[in-house]
């Protein structure tokens, strides 16, 4: 269900942030269309399977045998780290992220922190004070590991918690910690979302809203 005019109440909010709070599309696409070539596999299958996921999840997800996992994991991330042009915030991001406390929201992502403090940056997004990466996390997404560390940092449980995620792993990650999930449609049709079950999805991040109600924030979606 396509969001609209509805309030929700939580104490923290929790965000993925590769297709929910910056489109990295162009040098993701670039990345693994080059790797998927070199090691005979279908770009637009390895594209797919990629979204939410470690770089090393996918590449012992996917690899022929034969590969050498490490050092095309190794490759993946340089390449990835090297390569910012294109990336931009996901509309309204910026001006949702401004109206929340530092100390209610967080990222957690299936980057390595170096990689998501530069995609940050290159989008002007600020960085949160808590950011989970995949090199802090034993089990990434659709485990909930991440979203459960981070509510807790933020001195919440993640069923107080309010998810924006954008990919099959990462919805699946979110509803299996317990939270209110929001799906963005930036990687997935509407279709395949709803059959994922989120609260609802939304097309980017433009009239939304945060305040402060005596210490529980209200979230105003326009």
Request: hydrophobic share 45%; aromatic share 4%.
């Amino acid at each position: 269900m396509l969001l609209t005019q509805v309030e929700f109440r939580a104490s923290c909010f929790l965000f993925d942030m590769d297709g929910t709070l910056l489109n990295s599309h162009a040098p993701v696409i670039r990345a693994y269309t080059d790797w998927a070539l070199r090691r005979g596999l279908d770009p637009e299958m390895v594209l797919r399977e990629c979204q939410g996921r470690r770089v090393i999840d996918t590449v012992r997800a996917l690899a022929p045998p034969g590969t050498d996992i490490e050092a095309d994991t190794a490759a993946l991330k340089q390449i990835e780290l090297d390569d910012v042009e294109g990336i931009v915030e996901i509309p309204g991001a910026r001006d949702l992220l401004a109206s929340i406390p530092d100390d209610r929201w967080a990222v957690v992502t299936s980057a390595e922190r170096p990689l998501a403090l530069r995609r940050l940056k290159a989008a002007g997004l600020p960085v949160p004070k808590v950011l989970f990466s995949s090199d802090e996390i034993v089990r990434g997404k659709p485990a909930p590991d991440g979203f459960i560390t981070a509510a807790r940092a933020l001195g919440a449980a993640p069923e107080q918690a309010i998810v924006f995620e954008d990919s099959a792993a990462g919805i699946a990650s979110g509803l299996a910690a317990g939270s209110l999930v929001i799906a963005i449609t930036s990687t997935l049709s509407v279709a395949q979302i709803e059959a994922l079950g989120p609260r609802g999805y939304l097309h980017d991040l433009r009239g939304l809203h945060v305040s402060d109600d005596n210490g529980e924030m209200r979230l105003r979606v326009a």
